[in-house]
């Protein structure tokens, strides 16, 4: 693995406005950033992402049949007990999944596994500049010489959510409605992109800001004509949802959601100690426990993390030196866990993270992130990558 | 080859995009969009023109005129789709058929074009509540093999009482980073 610099497209930036990729820059600083990218060989990617990858997916998957018939493990997880049938249930019928995303902490030949960071299972971003917009670099990259002929990515990430819509498609009332914060230009150009795949899948879809969805007197969810919506694709964290007004009626709406209820259980940083617990000692894992007593001073060489913190927010980290990283952010109001430090390896830009993704039940691309500091967050910028 | 070969926007782009890769051999393909409405309103309202959802319902009644399941007495058909039968003339005797209630409308979709509307199917509602449609098999001919199958939709209009009770959580920790999901 190596970063490589490389002159940028000089149109990207038009072309990323005229394909929908509208959040390239966000509050004025650059996300998209294609002045470097990182070369990986195929071993590397096929031994040491790939197939943990879809090792740890099988893993965490086998995990969660253990837990929705298990109300202790329920309540580590902080999941609210009005959800909890409505959880099981969705398991038992094997409500259909779409995507998610493993973060590794990856540096390349000699220098050991790839570790697993955490599993965004239920609202993972970065999609769209993974799955299109670094595609199109590599091939336009290549077209032009810039990069060798033959040069490759792993990346099927948009063909792998075609199928799986397809595939789903099935067992979905239509149309499919797409809902997000309806300010975050990043979400609503994600939603945007993963309708755009449904379509392509055959499904009608429809959108819908997540603030007005409407409530029926016999408790069903509605769109702002009043129509019923049936089945939600929501880029929305669950945990949000159950804490909400309107969460009280899911259980009984016959909404079918996706991410389905029973991602509540993966998307949850819990699933780290217990993954630990059950595999002790794999080589993707790091050694991770609950967290009883936040008050207490972290020890060197530890990190802790709330459950439900998204975007490297409260992440609270301690070097093997003692040395102390803090991350501000609003998710002070859910239990804690402790994962053994592990950094980022240092490259010229920063410091990389693997998004490895996982659609249907494929492993099928990846996306690497560079932040200035050893938390990543959503001050990070998006990095190509090529297999060479 | 650990890549797509190649990749397209129908939706989000300024126009359909296709781009088949440098290694691409495949022709690039087409991709169909369905869509189940139970009126013309309700096909304009999921961004259909006037025009295609008029000549989808024209189309799909005219089809059902052909293609509907016909019974030899009103009783036989009402078991079946309840109050929604009625009766044709036919040279070779009149006959029952279940009336429309929805048209399923297939359009085509591709790189750098409109919509191309393709054809467009009729609905029935059966006695249970339940949306069904006419297929034929393939090979089958019209003899034989004809049947229905459930289109997978329920009745879709209530009455809304309340709104805005998702996205409070949003709100709350906003002001702190560009949204509220991620990971």
């Given at each position: 693995m190596q970063r490589i610099a490389i002159a940028e497209r000089p149109d990207w930036r038009a072309s990323a406005e005229r394909l929908g990729f509208q959040f390239h820059t966000l509050e004025g600083e650059p996300y998209w950033d294609e002045r470097a990218y990182y070369a990986f060989s195929l071993e590397e990617i096929e031994r040491d992402i790939e197939t943990p990858t879809g090792e740890v997916h099988e893993l965490a998957m086998d995990l969660v049949g253990d837990v929705v018939q298990d109300e202790s493990l329920l309540r580590r997880l902080a999941i609210p007990e009005p959800y909890w049938e409505w959880i099981a249930t969705s398991w038992r019928e094997a409500s259909p999944h779409l995507y998610g995303r493993m973060d590794f902490a990856y540096a390349g030949d000699g220098s050991g596994p790839a570790k697993l960071y955490e599993l965004n299972y239920d609202t993972p971003t970065s999609l769209y500049e993974a799955a299109f917009f670094q595609w199109l670099w590599l091939e336009e990259q290549v077209a032009r010489g810039a990069l060798a002929q033959g040069s490759d990515q792993y990346n099927l990430i948009q063909e792998t959510l075609i199928e799986a819509f397809a595939t789903i498609a099935k067992r979905l009332p239509r149309p499919l409605y797409f809902s997000a914060v309806r300010e975050s230009l990043e979400d609503q150009g994600t939603i945007a992109y993963l309708a755009d795949c449904a379509e392509q899948a055959g499904l009608a879809t429809r959108k819908i800001a997540i603030e007005d969805i409407g409530l029926s007197e016999d408790g069903r969810y509605t769109d702002t004509d009043d129509y019923v919506i049936e089945a939600l694709f929501k880029l929305y964290p669950l945990e949000f949802m159950f804490a909400e007004p309107f969460g009280a009626a899911l259980p009984a709406s016959r909404l079918v959601l996706i991410e389905p209820p029973w991602k509540a259980i993966l998307s949850n940083k819990g699933i780290l100690p217990l993954l630990w617990q059950r595999h002790e000692g794999h080589p993707n894992l790091l050694p991770a426990f609950f967290d009883?007593?936040?008050?207490e001073a972290l020890p060197a060489g530890w990190v802790r993390k709330p459950?439900?913190?998204?975007?490297?927010?409260?992440i609270e980290l301690r070097t093997n030196d003692g040395d102390t990283q803090r991350s501000d952010g609003p998710y002070t109001d859910a239990p804690y866990i402790r994962q053994a430090f592990h950094p980022l390896p240092k490259f010229d830009g920063g410091y990389p993270l693997i998004g490895s993704w996982v659609v249907g039940d494929r492993a099928c691309g990846l996306g690497v992130r560079e932040d200035a500091s050893l938390i990543t967050q959503d001050t990070s910028r998006f990095v190509p990558h090529v297999i060479r | 080859m650990k890549r797509s070969r190649q990749l397209a926007l129908l939706a989000i782009a300024q126009t359909p995009w296709l781009l088949v890769g440098c290694d691409g051999s495949s022709a690039p393909q087409e991709v169909t969009k369905q869509g189940f409405y139970t009126s013309i309103d309700a096909c304009q309202h999921d961004g259909n023109s006037a025009e295609v959802c008029q000549r989808a319902s024209n189309s799909a009644s005219t089809a059902g005129t052909n293609t509907a399941p016909r019974y030899k007495s009103k009783a036989e058909c009402i078991a079946e789709y309840g109050d929604l039968c009625t009766e044709r003339e036919h040279e070779s005797g009149g006959f029952w058929m279940p009336l429309m209630t929805g048209f399923m409308i297939s359009q085509l979709l591709s790189p750098g074009r409109a919509p191309v509307y393709l054809d467009s199917n009729p609905i029935y509602r059966n006695r249970t509540g339940q949306y069904t449609e006419v297929y034929r098999d393939r090979g089958g001919g019209l003899a034989g093999g004809v049947g229905t199958r459930p289109v997978d939709i329920a009745p879709n209009r209530a009455i809304t009482?309340?709104?805005?009770?998702?996205g409070s959580s949003a709100a709350a920790r906003s002001g702190w980073g560009g949204s509220s999901r991620g990971g």
């Open positions: 009883d007593k936040p008050e459950l439900f913190s998204r975007e490297g927010a409260n | 009482v309340s709104r805005s009770g998702f």
